[in-house]
């Protein structure tokens, strides 16, 4: 912040998260500049109040700045029968009770006339240019005002309509809200420009590893190899000496289970036998090394044991998520597991397996949600190299998914950085910690 200048005098605010303000800054309890509204959920049972065309926000809605559309949508009936109203335009938005609150509180401000659930709350204030202020005063100290704001006892995460009414905002002159807002929408977008770099920078390299995988384990090593047509759509060409076969041929595949309703029983748990499920798959990376669960004797009883060195899939929810058991451990009918035959290394299996995602997707049933199960992993072809040629594969893999891995990281490093002063020049200048009355955008 060394480039920006301060204002010559400040004085105390009175507020631990807001510390001096500029001396001729005012501040006001926020009931004293905004009225507060908010909202209800129509009856799901009732189809005429659904799917209308008047935008119905609830916190699924809030990750923009500016809400001008929404997820669902309500008829007028449902407003002269529900306990939401139609809020014109140029509100603040605010999340009062999530899961999100536990971390950050989600902001906008609505270009069109929108309607609330119970879950959101409405500032309308009256001095103009300050909805625009407070958009920016609250996404830059959300940490500090979740502390002000937050409910203690609550069930669900939630901010206090009292510690909110009555928190303390400063007040700069109309002439300087102008100029806050003004600085912030040209540093802020300067400043998302480059986190959508490095966003697209994870995306391509996502695309990459895919790409790089399944040629290697489709096509080898060896650009001069003997080519042969396989047949299989997703294969395409092959070497001409890898064997062609359905992953039955290739590998066990046997699923996990949990043969008791409801799964999350207590009396099942807090044993001595670990228990895995799609998330620890998922959240794994290349190997599972550790557990959050255990069952008991009736748990494992009910149970599929996976010895370890096994291969696991998801195959519910985000199927192929694929890791490699370092331990034994139990799992539910959501994953199964993969013990390659002989002539098969285990780190090629996954590797084949995360290139035939697509192939093994298509054969995914789309109900509620995706899912695969051995029948359908089973029938798909792939192609394997001789034992020799998988570790020269493998090994090549590996060595070039780490550097992408450590690029990734770098990336998401920067990111997080970007982000934090985002944030910390966000709430120097809504505090006053910074003047830009005299800034002035640089020439393109």
């Known amino acids: 912040m060394s480039r920006y200048k301060a204002y010559p005098e400040y004085k105390d605010s009175g507020k631990t998260w807001l510390g001096t303000v500029p001396l001729h800054w005012s501040i006001s309890p926020l009931k004293y500049l905004a009225k507060f509204s908010g909202g209800g959920t129509p009856s799901k049972e009732n189809e005429e109040f659904w799917s209308g065309d008047i935008p119905w926000v609830s916190p699924k809605d809030m990750k923009a700045a500016r809400i001008s559309s929404t997820i669902d949508n309500i008829t007028a009936a449902a407003i002269n029968q529900s306990s939401t109203s139609l809020l014109a335009e140029g509100a603040l938005l605010m999340v009062v009770r999530s899961g999100i609150l536990q971390h950050s509180i989600p902001v906008a401000i609505n270009d069109v006339p929108v309607t609330l659930n119970q879950d959101m709350k409405a500032l309308r204030f009256s001095e103009p240019h300050f909805v625009e202020y407070a958009f920016y005063l609250i996404s830059g100290n959300q940490s500090q005002l979740l502390l002000e704001w937050y409910k203690e006892g609550a069930t669900v995460e939630s901010i206090e309509q009292e510690y909110l009414a009555n ?68 294969l395409g060409e092959v070497p001409a000496h890898w064997s062609l076969k359905n992953y039955r ?144 594969i493998v090994n090549y893999l590996d060595r070039l998914l780490e550097r992408y891995a450590d690029i990734q990281e770098k990336a998401l490093i920067a990111i997080e950085t970007i982000q934090e002063r985002r944030t910390a020049l966000i709430s120097a200048a809504v505090t006053g910690k910074i003047d830009v009355r005299d800034w002035q955008a640089a020439a393109a």
Not at 190 to 206: V, Y
Not at 354 to 364: D, K, V
Request: aromatic share 8%; with cysteine.
């Open 167 to 234: 928190s303390i905002f400063p007040c700069p002159p109309l002439e300087e809200r102008k100029a806050i807002a003004t600085f912030l929408d040209h540093e802020t977008a300067k400043i998302d420009a480059l986190i959508n770099k490095q966003q697209q920078l994870i995306e391509l390299l996502k695309e990459k590893r895919q790409a790089v995988i399944s040629h290697a384990v489709t096509k080898g090593l060896n650009p001069n190899a003997p080519m042969k047509d396989s047949g299989v759509e997703w």
């Open 249 to 392: 041929y290739a590998t066990r595949i046997y699923r996990g289970k949990f043969g008791h309703r409801p799964r999350n029983d207590p009396a099942l748990y807090d044993g001595i036998y670990p228990f895995i499920q799609t998330g620890d798959v998922a959240q794994a990376g290349k190997r599972i090394l550790d557990y959050k669960q255990t069952l008991n004797e009736r748990g494992a009883a009910v149970s599929q044991k996976f010895p370890a060195g096994t291969l696991v899939m998801a195959i519910a929810a985000n199927i192929g998520d694929i890791a490699i058991l370092d331990f034994e451990a139990y799992a539910p009918d959501s994953v199964v597991g993969f013990k390659p035959y002989q002539e098969l290394n285990l780190d090629f299996l996954r590797y084949s397996l995360m290139a035939a995602l697509p192939a093994l997707e298509q054969t995914s049933t789309q109900s509620t949600q995706a899912n695969l199960n051995i029948d359908r992993i089973g029938s798909v072809q792939a192609v394997f190299p001789p034992l020799d040629e998988q570790l020269e």
